[in-house]
């Protein structure tokens, strides 16, 4: 079985400060982790993933995100956010252990930034 | 690339009518899944499809819906009788070829409103 927690509905922060969008998973067997950002009126759009290697990945839009094994997380982070970055989140884990089709989403999380 | 196509973006209809919702995958792309957004229930996974046979429609609500593949660049989602908690949008999403650490693409949406 797999899951996803985000586990904050809503995430403030003001223009230019850095921003962290939370999420903890659980598979059975190796995460293959993505973040997705969805604008109004828009469908899901893909930001970046983590399969393997390097702990901190990096997307679009100057995105990151840190994937931590001990504590099953993958936080989206961005040093410095923008009145744009305002939209919808989610997190997605499939398992990379099986050949699973699927992946399980969170259920999102509102990011406003303010001017 | 003109990715993931839907149709129509926006259908208003009466209770008891039909319902055909249509999706374009990209071209190449072997894994198609449907999926429904609500604010009470978020990102629903409903039914997905690998090389146009379906796999897991364990998240189809009722023997109301049901989905279809009949080739590689196209799928249906039909809702008979639509009943008004219907109304949602519906998103249609494919996934690449091979190895399970693909992203989804998802189309922009299907915005179902159930008179």
């Given at each position: 079985a797999?899951?996803?927690?985000?586990?904050?509905?809503?995430?403030?922060?003001?223009?230019?400060?850095?921003?962290?969008?939370?999420?903890?998973y659980?598979?059975?067997?190796?995460?293959?982790?993505f973040?997705?950002?969805?604008?109004?009126?828009?469908?899901?759009q893909?930001l970046?993933?983590?399969?393997?290697?390097?702990?901190?990945?990096k997307?679009s839009?100057?995105?990151?995100a840190?994937?931590?094994?001990?504590?099953?997380?993958?936080?989206?982070?961005k040093?410095?956010?923008?009145?744009?970055?305002?939209?919808?989140?989610?997190?997605?884990?499939?398992?990379?252990?099986?050949?699973?089709?699927?992946?399980?989403?969170?259920?999102?999380?509102?990011?406003?930034?303010?001017? | 690339?003109?990715?993931?196509?839907?149709?129509?973006?926006?259908?208003?209809t009466?209770?008891g009518?039909?319902?055909?919702?249509?999706?374009?995958?990209?071209?190449?792309?072997?894994?198609?899944?449907?999926?429904?957004q609500?604010?009470?229930?978020?990102?629903?996974?409903?039914?997905?499809?690998?090389?146009?046979?379906?796999?897991?429609?364990?998240?189809?609500?009722?023997?109301?819906?049901?989905?279809?593949?009949?080739?590689?660049?196209?799928?249906?989602?039909?809702?008979?009788?639509?009943?008004?908690?219907?109304?949602?949008?519906?998103f249609?999403?494919?996934?690449?070829?091979?190895?399970?650490?693909?992203?989804?693409h998802f189309?922009?949406?299907?915005?179902?409103?159930?008179?």
């Amino acid at each position: 079985a797999q899951s996803v927690a985000q586990p904050e509905d809503q995430v403030n922060v003001a223009e230019g400060n850095p921003l962290t969008v939370k999420c903890t998973y659980s598979v059975s067997g190796n995460p293959y982790l993505f973040w997705y950002v969805q604008y109004p009126n828009r469908g899901l759009q893909f930001l970046l993933k983590y399969i393997t290697g390097d702990n901190l990945v990096k997307g679009s839009y100057g995105f990151e995100a840190e994937f931590n094994k001990s504590q099953t997380s993958f936080h989206l982070k961005k040093p410095s956010a923008l009145v744009s970055d305002s939209a919808l989140y989610f997190c997605a884990v499939r398992d990379g252990g099986t050949n699973a089709g699927k992946s399980t989403f969170g259920d999102g999380t509102t990011l406003t930034v303010k001017p | 690339d003109a990715g993931v196509i839907q149709s129509p973006r926006h259908e208003v209809t009466e209770m008891g009518q039909e319902v055909t919702l249509r999706c374009k995958p990209i071209s190449g792309h072997d894994y198609l899944f449907w999926y429904r957004q609500t604010m009470m229930r978020g990102l629903e996974l409903l039914i997905y499809f690998n090389n146009n046979v379906p796999i897991d429609d364990s998240g189809m609500p009722e023997d109301r819906f049901s989905a279809k593949m009949p080739n590689a660049s196209f799928s249906t989602l039909k809702i008979q009788p639509s009943e008004p908690r219907d109304s949602a949008v519906y998103f249609c999403a494919s996934r690449a070829v091979g190895n399970s650490n693909q992203p989804q693409h998802f189309g922009d949406g299907t915005r179902l409103s159930i008179l």
